[in-house]
């Protein structure tokens, strides 16, 4: 848990301090239309906007629906966040029945 916060604190700061990394699309996406990528398609952002509270990304990531990022990205991406999503939801439940089996083990010694 130490390694989480620590990451999301590393995170949070770097994205605050370098915003042209980590609002690239966002930078790109103000120029001219003539910005486009290699196959010829227009910068693609989410159109939800972050506000200035921290770890605000993450309500902004579950915001964008599946079909956007099929049309603008590619169905790979989609079936990649699915199977992220679906491994968030495994190891929840299973760090949940993890932890209502051991704490009484732990607490009985």
Known sequence: IVVLVLMLILFELFRRLFPRIFKLRENLASYPDDIVTSSGKRIWYPPYPLSGYPLSWIKATWQVK??????????DAVVYLRYLKSQLLLYTVLTVLTFITLMPVYATG
Do not use: R, T
């Open 66 to 75: 599946e079909v956007e990022i099929a049309k603008h990205i590619s169905v």
